[in-house]
């Protein structure tokens, strides 16, 4: 007779999940950071804005100004401010810190490998080593091939607002370190269009994020895939298994809460006997295949015009706050 462990004994599904996939913290608030206990971080301009109107962060408004200097502009002190984020994030996780390039250089090759290699100066002036930060960067076809350039200068990049499977298999060609697919947005956009509720398993997210981990798996890709943008706690266990998955606070708070078993979902072994066969886009093919896509092509726009509203709120802060 099978024996069952008590729910008592058994670990926490947030524990279950770490044995099998790196958990990163999709937040910008360091207590949230302290309490789950992620390994890597990730943060996005609409998560430091937040941050930065909350009175237990306001040191670091005037941290940011005093690196930046007497007469730094308001851009410089947003860099400042980013990196003074990313710095005491890396006094907590033990892996790496995400930190975003200007969403309005989405399609600014060179203002985005500019703007890199800026902030992988400031990180490097205060001591930290490139191999703890990723250099956040949109999907776009001019994104990716300025993190190809960056990757070649060991600068290692995340790609985020990547909604497709074009835009995934460019980034691994491109040899990029790390891919954010946005469960939760594709989802979203699903929901609004087809009025349906949808399983775990009937997901498109996670759908989505199943292909792009079985195609890099089986072709022998080193890019890691890091699930993003979660709307309940089913679409993170229905990807238990992938190479990271970043949580918000709440999600991990129900998953440290949880002790029903975890069941791996993505296994490497078993996307290599897959039926995939391998594709490749140039410039004119992906902005095809994207285009194609409505669901890739609206989200990315909206994405890009989110992450860029919130900066220009961010410069308004500051520019206040400076008089």
């Not at 892996?95 to 203002?111: N, Q």
């Not at 074009?166 to 009025?195: M, Y």
């Amino acid at each position: 007779m099978p024996v069952t462990t008590p729910a008592a004994t058994r670990l926490s599904q947030l524990d279950q999940l770490k044995q099998f996939t790196k958990v990163v913290a999709d937040t910008g608030d360091f207590e949230s950071m302290r309490e789950f206990a992620p390994r890597d971080a990730t943060t996005n301009p609409s998560l430091i804005f937040k941050a930065s109107g909350l009175p237990d962060y306001a040191w670091l408004l005037d941290k940011a100004f005093k690196d930046a200097g007497s007469g730094a502009a308001i851009a410089q002190v947003i860099d400042r401010l980013l990196v003074d984020f990313g710095l005491e994030i890396l006094k907590i996780v033990p892996g790496r810190v995400s930190t975003e390039v200007d969403a309005r250089l989405s399609f600014d090759h060179d203002g985005t490998l500019a703007k890199a290699r800026e902030l992988i100066g400031l990180y490097e002036k205060s001591g930290v080593t490139r191999e703890r930060i990723l250099i956040k960067i949109a999907s776009t076809w001019e994104g990716i091939k300025a993190a190809e350039q960056l990757q070649r200068e060991d600068i290692h990049c995340n790609l985020t607002l990547l909604f497709s499977f074009p835009q995934a298999v460019a980034c691994a060609e491109a040899g990029v370190q790390l891919i954010s697919p946005f469960v939760g947005r594709i989802l979203d956009w699903h929901k609004k269009n087809t009025g349906k509720n949808y399983s775990a398993e009937e997901d498109p997210g996670v759908i989505s994020v199943r292909k792009i981990y079985t195609y890099y798996k089986k072709f022998g890709y080193r890019t890691e895939v890091m699930g993003a943008s979660f709307r309940n706690k089913d679409e993170v266990l229905a990807l238990a298994g992938c190479d990271l998955l970043t949580i918000s606070p709440a999600l991990l708070g129900e998953l440290k809460a949880g002790t029903d078993p975890v069941i791996r979902h993505l296994d490497p072994d078993a996307a290599r006997t897959s039926d995939l066969a391998r594709v490749s886009f140039d410039e004119k093919t992906f902005r095809f295949a994207l285009n194609e896509d409505a669901m890739a092509t609206e989200k990315t726009a909206e994405g890009i015009r989110l992450f860029s509203a919130d900066i220009v709120k961010l410069e308004q802060i500051l520019a206040k706050k400076r008089g």
